[in-house]
């Protein structure tokens, strides 16, 4: 019911910057959380950051200080500023929504930071 779209991933060097979007729609009463996830080949799907509705934001530590997840409700979308990017960020980053107990996922979007 909810389909998650994301957007601005690509390929820097080492030290750069990317801003990823994740943008919802579909049938939306009240989206309670996004966040973002990112798995690397081999790796298990990890949490990057999540932000609710009330702006509460948690984040993975390796990514504490570079890292800065934003939310704009009206638009029903989640940002997530990456600055100081390390190789390690390599990664398919993923949204997720969750909505009266519902989880969303979009597609991913490819970020990749090389040394």
């Known amino acids: 019911q909810v389909q998650l779209v994301e957007s601005g991933g690509g390929l820097v060097q080492t030290g750069g910057s990317l801003r990823l979007s994740c943008a919802a729609s579909?049938?939306?009463?009240?989206?309670?959380?996004m966040g973002w996830y990112r798995q690397a080949p081999g790796k298990q799907r990890e949490l990057v950051a999540t932000?609710?509705?009330?702006?509460?934001?948690r984040y993975k530590d390796s990514v504490k200080g570079r890292f800065t997840i934003s939310r704009d409700n009206a638009k029903n979308t989640v940002y997530l500023q990456m600055n100081s990017l390390k190789p390690e960020d390599t990664a398919v980053y993923y949204c997720?929504?969750?909505?009266?107990?519902?989880?969303?996922w979009g597609q991913g979007t490819q970020v990749t930071a090389s040394s």
């Open positions: 997720r929504a969750v909505q009266q107990g519902n989880l969303y």
């Open positions: 579909g049938t939306i009463f009240s989206i309670d959380a």
């Open positions: 932000v609710t509705s009330g702006g509460t934001t």
